[in-house]
């Protein structure tokens, strides 16, 4: 099925997508854990 050139983008694509998520649910963990530890009044 994804033998077609054209499905190409779509496999491409569809692995993009999959990696980003991974990336920014990430940061969004990593910023999480970080604010709690600045200081309110700074």
């Known amino acids: 099925l994804f033998g077609a050139p054209l ?3 779509f ?3 569809g692995w993009t997508g999959i990696a980003l998520g991974g990336v920014l649910l990430q940061i ?3 910023v999480n854990e ?3 530890k ?3 009044d700074a």
């Open 7 to 9: 499905h190409w983008g």
């Open 11 to 13: 496999v491409i694509l």
């Open 28 to 30: 969004v963990l990593r």
């Open 34 to 36: 970080v604010s709690h």
């Open 38 to 40: 600045i200081p309110v």
